[in-house]
């Protein structure tokens, strides 16, 4: 009797997933089947890893995101550090001759500073984070752009370029095993924690949150600090595979990160949200990018299949707040 109690304690968290995913899983599969159908390319172990591979890096930007949308906030900022953190590594390495290790902390830790400065001027000055994330993008794109001069910078560093390409244990690509680490860290983090807890209740009802004693300005320095490691990481990481620093690397990024946010449930209004269906929905833009690739359609048409993707989504979120509205009326009634 206890081996089947501990075996369902087990199996719970996992069931508990696939409940709350059911809808993106299904797409998901959906997805899957349509792809495999158009062309016989998809199911093949090199496009496979591909695909992998191009999931981590949205995924390690959408984890972070997923806690900023969780506090009612929004980041725009993301792919601008991702463009800007990449470029200046790989010319600090390059140009400037600095040795491979300081060359990547600078590049993360000017990253995790226009985090933290938005953060802070959020926090502080209550100013909207759509209005300073969108000057952030602006400074961090214009920074990645002049210190280049818009162009792009090839590195050979085998070092560096091991970071992105290599492999664990000759199989597993290396930004599959760092996506699989973050994963793990977000979940115990928004989980399991204290401060995941801190920040469901900001997004939930900030007011409240305030008077029960939460430190709702630390926690909004920390989030977005987080979001300005990762995408400097994320930065790290695909210039890596691309063998060299480009100014324009990061367009886009921040679409297919809130469109993985909002496909896995994360709520638009705050308070509602979790790290399984972000992980789900970096798989579907993925899934869908790289089915398109494959099929052959444009790059500018992808674009505007990934926006009526979030604004399908954004409906359904709508409706389902709507929804649970009335019938906790219809309950108190």
């Known amino acids: 009797m206890n081996q089947k109690n501990n075996k369902l304690s087990v199996e719970n968290p996992f069931v508990a997933i696939i409940k709350g995913n059911i809808g993106i899983i299904a797409v998901l599969a959906i997805m899957c089947v349509i792809v495999s159908l158009a062309t016989d390319k998809f199911l093949t172990p090199n496009n496979l890893i591909s695909v992998l591979r191009q999931i981590s890096i949205n995924a390690y930007i959408a984890l972070a995101m997923t806690l900023i949308i969780i506090l009612g906030h929004i980041d725009l900022s993301v792919g601008a550090i991702v463009a800007m953190s990449g470029t200046l590594t790989v010319g600090l390495v390059v140009n400037q001759g600095l040795p491979v290790i300081p060359a990547i902390c600078i590049g993360i830790l000017l990253g995790t500073a226009a985090g933290f400065i938005s953060g802070g001027i959020v926090a502080v000055f209550r100013v909207p984070a759509f209005i300073i994330t969108m000057a952030m993008m602006n400074v961090c794109s214009g920074v990645a752009y002049v210190y280049s001069g818009g162009q792009s910078t090839r590195i050979t560093d085998e070092f560096f370029i091991a970071i992105g390409t290599g492999y664990l244990f000759d199989v597993i690509p290396l930004p599959v095993v760092y996506m699989v680490i973050l994963i793990i860290v977000f979940s115990f983090l928004l989980g399991k924690t204290k401060f995941g807890t801190y920040v469901y209740a900001i997004g939930g009802n900030r007011e409240a949150a305030r008077l029960s004693g939460v430190p709702i300005k630390k926690v909004e320095v920390i989030v977005f600090t987080l979001s300005g490691l990762l995408s400097a990481f994320a930065g790290l990481v695909l210039c890596s595979r691309m063998y060299s620093g480009q100014p324009s690397v990061g367009d886009g990024y921040e679409l297919d990160a809130i469109a993985a946010c909002v496909l896995g449930g994360t709520s638009m209004s705050g308070g509602k949200g979790h790290i399984s269906g972000t992980v789900f929905g970096a798989m579907v833009i993925g899934i869908i990018s790289n089915g398109l690739n494959?099929?052959?359609?444009?790059?500018?048409?992808?674009?505007?299949?990934?926006?009526?993707?979030?604004?399908?989504?954004?409906?359904?979120?709508?409706?389902?707040?709507?929804?649970?509205?009335?019938?906790?009326?219809?309950?108190t009634a």
């Open 294 to 331: 494959l099929i052959g359609v444009s790059s500018y048409w992808q674009l505007i299949v990934k926006g009526l993707i979030i604004a399908c989504a954004v409906l359904l979120d709508a409706q389902k707040g709507k929804l649970s509205a009335l019938r906790k009326k219809k309950k």
